[in-house]
């Protein structure tokens, strides 16, 4: 088995960290909150978390059963587990949708490289008002070569790491850093949620209001579930065909399933109790957390430290998903066509680079993309919707249908159970994967695919 050279991680740590640094991203902190104000707050938490915990959780483990018995690339593994069957054409949409989800992912992460910048030039010292922040925010987005040239840096970020590889690239970075951001947004909730009029914010994440849920929302809820977890498109599939053997992986992946909602939840606690203390609408869409956290820095000793750190690591989050991304296609191009790593890297980021040009220029950069074909929607949350909810969710049907039907619980659980620990909830498991999982996914995607509600 080709394991020695693909590289391992040096544990469950290494694992559970690297697995972490994938879920855990601008998934968390940027589309959580946003998309949470944008369908009426309480209802899709209270969905997002349910479908967390019946969806996310079983798939998690679905997707690393598979990479921990074949060690391969997605493609690969199907081809393993299923051979001559079309099944590999699941892995192949599977890294179709990591180079779509990297090519608007890496626009935004190119705006938290612009925001450490303007935190270490003292950008967000003194009272900053909604106004004055949004205005900010616009006239980074607007500026055309700005918002090209911040997603390129990102980019190039993300092949230099990726091209590294494994254990050296991906694991050393995430090590130290996660657990530093974890200590961040604690900071930052208890601050924001001692804001006057902060517990508001707070009501308005935990009260659901059961009349605004309907399949858009579902769909939302479900979309953001299998993004934040990385599901649907083989990332965990291929973090798990690294993971050591002697390791409890069901208890691993869930430990990432839990840290991984917990710090949406946080973020979550950050940005509505700031937003209602300083009265900005939580429906703001794409920009909301840019826009809102600056006005809260000032509000803390320290502020601008904090202001840097946040930054700082909330880049890392976004680079540390960024590498999962890359790191899907990367994998497929070595294991399955043979090339070197690096040319690989370079091949698909540059590649990724220019696809993502349109969604750099789709929050006013150009008129065309930011309000694209007149659809009245922009080219980057098209883009989001595509790959983020659709794809994803379509991934994930098809994954349960081959885990559950194809390959078979049985075989799925010897590889769960590999090392020697049992899985307790294996009985479960079995029938959230066969029935529950699929047919939820089903209804929902199936509801918005033939009445045509898609944006
Ligand atoms: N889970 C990452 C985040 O929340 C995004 C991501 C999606 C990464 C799919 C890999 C695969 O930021």
Request: with cysteine.
């Amino acid at each position: 088995m080709a394991t020695s050279n693909r590289g391992q991680w040096s544990g469950k740590l290494g694992f559970i960290l690297a697995a972490s640094g994938s879920a855990i991203g601008l998934g968390n902190i940027w589309r959580f909150p946003y998309t949470a104000g944008e369908n009426g707050g309480g209802a899709f938490v209270l969905l997002y978390l349910t479908f967390v915990v019946v969806i996310g959780i079983p798939l998690v483990l679905a997707e690393l059963s598979v990479g921990r018995k074949t060690q391969l690339n997605p493609v690969g593994a199907f081809e393993k587990l299923s051979p001559g069957s079309k099944w590999p054409w699941l892995g192949k949409l599977g890294i179709l949708t990591g180079f779509g989800i990297l090519a608007f992912y890496s626009v935004i992460a190119g705006w938290t490289l612009w925001y450490l910048f303007e935190a270490i030039t003292g950008g967000f010292s003194g009272e900053i008002t909604p106004e004055v922040s949004a205005q900010m925010f616009t006239s980074m987005t607007s500026d055309p070569w700005l918002a090209i040239f911040l997603m390129g840096v990102f980019m190039i970020l993300t092949i230099v790491i990726v091209q590294g590889g494994i254990s050296a690239g991906i694991e050393r970075t995430t090590k130290i850093l996660m657990p530093l951001l974890l200590v961040i947004l604690v900071v930052l909730a208890v601050r924001s949620v001692t804001l006057p009029g902060g517990m508001e914010g707070v009501a308005y994440l935990f009260t659901p209001d059961f009349s605004k849920i309907d399949f858009g929302v579902m769909m939302s809820a479900l979309g953001q579930a299998l993004f934040s977890l990385s599901l649907g498109m083989g990332a965990m599939i291929t973090y798990g065909s690294y993971f050591p053997k002697d390791e409890n992986l069901p208890q691993a992946g869930i430990i990432v399933a839990f840290f991984d909602t917990g710090i949406a939840v946080l973020a979550g606690l950050i940005i509505f109790p700031a937003l209602f203390s300083v009265g900005i609408e939580p429906d703001g869409g794409p920009g909301l957390v840019f826009v809102v956290l600056p006005t809260i820095f000032n509000n803390l000793p320290a502020g601008g430290f904090f202001a840097i750190a946040f930054y700082a690591l909330l880049a890392i989050a976004a680079l540390t998903s960024t590498i999962s991304l890359l790191e899907v296609v990367v994998a497929y191009f070595v294991d399955e066509k043979k090339w070197e790593r690096k040319k690989a890297s370079w091949v698909a980021g540059g590649a990724c680079f220019v696809v993502a040009v349109p969604s750099a220029l789709a929050a006013g950069g150009s008129a065309f993309f930011t309000d694209f074909m007149g659809f009245g929607i922009d080219f980057l949350s098209i883009q989001n919707n595509l790959w983020g909810n659709y794809s994803l969710s379509f991934g994930a049907v098809m994954l349960c249908i081959f885990v559950g039907w194809n390959w078979g619980i049985p075989k799925a659980l010897e590889s769960l159970e590999a090392s020697g620990h049992k899985f307790a909830a294996a009985g479960v498991w079995g029938i959230l994967v066969r029935y529950v999982c699929p047919a939820a996914i089903a209804i929902v995607l199936g509801y918005i695919v033939f009445t045509g509600t898609y944006f």
